[in-house]
């Protein structure tokens, strides 16, 4: 047991375990310490100023997220001091920011903005130092938008893309009045090593890093009588989207999501789910078929252990940072992708339409997945497969620009073709997903049996935050056709954040790991924690995410990719069969090696 | 001007034994507790400015429990009025080097580092023969410390000890957050003692002296003497060591024009201390500290100005990593520009010295902490100079 350290703090005595910090230790006591530059993901840095506190027979105010109690201390958080302290650094802060709040995507959601109104600075104490800075906007990324004159340097964004992705595509530049978060050399963002990940989205605490917004364009789009506006919602946006308009983290809001997105306007309803349980098919019998190459045909060209594809801010880090495994990854597009094909191909067969009069709209708990539908190679449909991305938050946007009071809206149902799911679709939102929904489906093809596991629910693969899972399935009384395949012991890693995935990664390329099947997440948590969901995140919050995805999951009628009707029937009708001539056209791809700088 | 009216001193520089070496040989033999007691009762403050008692430094990282430990010399010596530990370097490094090995023995560290500031390069060739020269020496003696020098690159917050380690890490040169202190985390998370070139001289003058005859030398709160750095309207402007404790009157008699009206004790984060106020101020660590500089002003010195190029300075050296230093400079020096040229009332420079106040309070680290002194003292005691 660790030892125990009694203070006080505004008169109230404390007693917290050895090493707790002073804004933990208030925390207890309910007393709430503003911050800025802390957040409970990343390490400390104490570079704000913000949270001082006056600690007595002490010259100087430490800064409660970065000073650990000791014994006896006598703390004040609110004496006149500390007010004075606090206003003046948020004064400063506020002199230094582009503080044109209306003109800001962030405005109503900015922790600055908040403190400011706390602090009631209406009246500027100190000279505005922005019209001498020469601060610059980077437009020209798809996916997203850092405006330096927004920026207060708390760098949360340095320490979320070096700690949590190891990317560090954002530093720190210069010194003094100078300073500044770049990129290496100064380049735009989409000239780095960003994967788009948009984490440090999630964490900016202003408009200094947001996401580029296309939701003008969607509007105009749903107001044009000649398109068709087809959308389809990624898995991980219906357990998320009501924290952006109201209500708890932790609510599946499926039905009414569907709803909402059937009163804005858009044509079609449809289902990401959908081609994620098309992913598993055909990544599935690709990983079967690399398998067979390796084992029967000896063939040395065979890459294993083959990688998930679905989450674009993995490709473009693996592309920069181990352009020599590209072979590894799964030449699977990822479900959106793969949507926004067929939308173009089959859907407007069957439809009746004409692809170019159809504009395809996806809703994406993911920024990367901006860069991605602007890839030049996903065009496979002779069009651009996915015309706009948008985020959770964006969605959330629209549905409070159109008035709807969203918790009170009933639930509907996914529109067909392409809007069936099943709960293996449903959990490729959360990290260990996809590698559960092909073990589902795999181990079915391989064997005729379902995997035995209790109510399908494949724990040793469910992937929790801050670690790589490694999990085993040994495969025994293989039908005729996969014997190849008896008694192996299939082995596969799930890792989420870009960090993990480097340490696996490098294994792999030091020929440390012997894998089979490698699922990689770029978001910590995987989707449920991606870049483009609501903003505040935290552990607590992307675990309510998480129960509520395998809450879905365990009550959705269908639990195995193989058997959404809908899949069955696109086999049947149009693609015929899994990595068959049509999807290869279609649901398959191909990577580009880059540079790291 | 008449006579010398302070005492000088010559223990720094001067040579005292034709035998190299002799100190640090001599004191190898002796057991660390002996030492320690030794710095103890000298004490000895750092003369890097802040003051710390050497002896408790050295003992914190001594019962430090650690595989690895490290001994580095801060001679980043980039506060601006400030040349000593050049001079102390360039023609004493024996001793700096003595009393690296010293720290290295009590603490029980394998590993010493010189941190130069990288404009003193040209140092560089010279100080690598003598640190060739101890490697043999101490080869014979049979004691394992070697000692390499790390070069700055340029930025002042790298005299700050926690940046210092980062920028000998590799990584930017930004304070840490303190605790740990560097006796219990420092250069690669590892106990460190960190001490200015001229702390380390201190303590190879002190095993030859002896504690008592170094104690007989300064004040109660100030012992032993101090090389400063002596510039400005000055007829006599050079290295001077000095007994610590000396009236700034007395000094100011000894090397003022006649007609200073100002000094700058401590370099462009000190204090300035003005005319009127010469005869109480004391110069040492009971009155005002200074890791060396003194800058003398006389009356055709604009205060002005003189804020100005301070807070220049500043504004450009900050790291830039904490809100009240990296702003707060930006806004002091646009904020007397604005009261110059009348775009600002006259009492705005009290919003100004209240935000001094929380600057001194709030910053991250001590460089933070000390960079609004010149401000606040300058404008208390030359008001009129800053609106006028």
New interface residues.
């Given amino acids: 047991m660790s030892k125990k350290v009694n203070l006080t703090i505004d008169g109230i005595s404390v007693t917290v375990d050895e090493g707790t910090t002073i804004l933990n230790a208030a925390s207890k006591l309910n007393i709430h310490i503003p911050t800025l530059c802390y957040h409970e993901d990343l390490c400390v840095a104490g570079n704000c100023r913000v949270c001082v506190v006056e600690q007595e027979n002490s010259r100087t105010l430490p800064a409660a997220c970065a000073m650990p109690v000791s014994e006896g201390m006598v703390i004040h958080t609110n004496s006149g001091k500390v007010r004075v302290a606090r206003k003046h650094i948020v004064e400063l802060l506020l002199s230094e920011h582009n503080a044109d709040c209306t003109k800001c995507y962030k405005n109503g959601n900015c922790e600055l903005q908040s403190l400011a109104s706390q602090m009631l600075t209406g009246d500027h104490m100190f000279l505005d130092l922005v019209p001498d800075k020469q601060y610059t906007i980077d437009i020209f990324n798809s996916a997203l938008i850092k405006d330096d004159s927004r920026c207060i340097r708390c760098q949360r964004c340095v320490r979320t893309c070096e700690e949590l992705q190891s990317v560090s595509a954002l530093g720190v530049a210069y010194r003094g009045n100078k300073m500044k978060i770049s990129t290496f050399y100064e380049h735009p963002l989409f000239e780095v090593v960003c994967t788009n990940c948009g984490q440090c989205v999630n964490r900016c605490p202003t408009g200094a890093l947001i996401e580029r917004n296309y939701v003008d364009q969607v509007w105009d789009a749903i107001y044009d009588t000649s398109k068709h506006v087809v959308v389809q919602t990624a898995p991980a946006v219906r357990i998320a989207l009501g924290e952006a308009l109201g209500m708890p983290p932790g609510k599946i809001v499926t039905g009414k999501m569907v709803t909402a997105l059937k009163r804005l306007g858009f044509d079609a309803i449809l289902d990401t789910d959908f081609t994620a349980d098309l992913t598993i098919i055909e990544e599935g019998h690709e990983l079967l078929d690399r398998l067979k190459r390796a084992l029967v045909d000896k063939d040395p060209k065979v890459a294993l252990p083959m990688a998930t594809s679905c989450s674009p801010g993995w490709i473009k880090f693996l592309e920069h940072t181990f352009p020599e495994l590209l072979p590894n990854l799964s030449t699977c597009k990822s479900p959106q992708q793969m949507f926004g094909a067929l939308v173009k191909t089959y859907y407007a067969q069957k439809k009746k339409l004409d692809p170019k009069n159809i504009v395809s709209v996806s809703i994406m708990p993911c920024t990367a997945k901006k860069f991605e539908a602007n890839r030049p190679e996903m065009r496979a449909s002779g069009y651009k497969d996915v015309d706009y991305v948008l985020t959770t938050r964006e969605l959330a946007i629209m549905i409070t620009q159109a008035g709807l009071e969203f918790d009170k809206l009933p639930d509907s149902n996914f529109d067909n073709i392409m809007g069936a799911s099943t709960g293996a679709a449903v959990i490729f939102g959360s990290t260990g997903g996809v590698m559960e929904a092909a073990l589902r489906t795999v181990y079915e093809v391989v064997t005729g049996r379902e995997i035995p596991f209790e109510d399908l629910n494949i724990l040793p693969v469910r992937g929790t935050e801050g670690e790589v899972r490694e999990a085993s399935l040994l495969i025994t009384k293989t039908k005729p056709e996969f014997r190849f395949l008896e008694g192996v012991e299939l082995k596969c890693v799930v890792a989420n954040g870009l960090a993990y995935a480097k340490e696996v990664m490098q294994n792999v390329k030091d020929g440390k790991a012997n894998y089979h099947f490698i699922e990689i997440m770029a978001c910590p948590g995987g989707c449920l924690g991606g870049g483009g969901q609501p903003i505040p995140t935290n552990k607590e919050i992307r675990s309510k995410r998480k129960e509520a995805i395998y809450r879905e999951d365990a009550g959705m009628p269908l639990r195995k990719s193989h058997e959404n009707p809908d899949v069955k029937e696109i086999y049947a009708d149009f693609l015929v069969k899994p990595l068959g001539h049509k999807s290869h056209e279609l649901l398959h791809t191909h990577y580009t090696p880059r540079k790291r700088y | 001007m008449s006579e010398s009216k302070l005492k000088r001193v010559d223990l720094i520089f001067g040579e005292y034994s034709s035998e190299k070496y002799k100190v640090l040989a001599d004191t190898l033999k002796r057991p660390n507790d002996e030492i320690l007691d030794d710095l103890l009762e000298s004490g000895l403050k750092g003369r890097g400015g802040a003051g710390f008692p050497t002896a408790m430094k050295w003992k914190l990282a001594a019962d430090e429990k650690a595989s690895e430990k490290y001994v580095i010399c801060n001679a980043d010596e980039g506060e601006p009025g400030t040349f000593k530990d050049r001079e102390i370097l360039t023609r004493v490094p024996r001793k700096v080097l003595s009393g690296m090995a010293i720290c290295g023995k009590v603490i029980g560290a394998k590993r010493g580092y010189i941190y130069l500031r990288g404009e003193y390069s040209f140092l560089l060739p010279e100080l690598l023969r003598e640190i060739e020269q101890y490697n043999e020496f101490l080869k014979k003696l049979g004691f394992d410390f070697p000692i390499e020098v790390k070069l700055g690159s340029g ?1 002042y ?1 790298c005299g700050e000890e926690s940046a210092l380690f980062e920028s000998m890490e590799g990584y ?1 040169g ?1 304070p840490r ?1 303190k ?1 740990p202190y560097p006796t219990t985390s420092g250069y690669m998370g590892k106990p460190t003692v960190i001490n200015n070139v001229e702390t380390f001289v201190n303590v190879v003058m002190i095993m030859r002296l002896g504690p008592i005859q170094f104690k007989l030398l300064g004040t109660s709160d100030s012992r032993g003497s101090k090389v400063f750095s002596v510039s400005g309207d000055t007829p006599i402007p050079g290295i001077y060591e000095l007994e610590l404790g000396m009236p700034l009157e007395r000094f100011v008699e000894e090397f003022g024009d006649g007609d200073t009206k100002a000094v700058q004790v401590g370099g462009a984060s000190g204090f300035c201390v003005p005319r009127k106020k010469f005869k109480e101020t004391v110069i040492g660590f009971e009155g005002v500290p200074t890791g060396g500089s003194m800058m003398l002003f006389n009356s055709s010195r604009s205060m002005y100005n003189v804020l100005h190029n301070y807070l220049d300075f ?11 230093c ?6 002091l020096l ?2 007397i520009v ?1 009261v110059k040229k009348g775009d ?1 009332n006259a009492i705005y420079l009290e ?1 100004l010295l ?2 001094s106040e ?1 600057m ?5 680290c001590g460089l933070g ?1 000390s960079v609004a002194n010149s401000f606040s003292s300058i404008v208390n005691n030359f008001k009129e100079e800053m609106i006028y």
Avoid: H
């Avoid at chain 2, 500043?314 to 009240?324: K, L, N, R, V």
């Avoid at chain 2, 990296?326 to 806004?331: D, F, I, L, T």
């Fill in positions: 930025a917050i930017r930004e957050n605790p500043f504004e450009e050296e900050s790291c830039g990593q904490c809100t009240p990296r702003v707060g400079c930006q806004q646009k904020g604005a600002k919003q209240k935000l929380s001194k309070i709030t910053a991250k902490q």
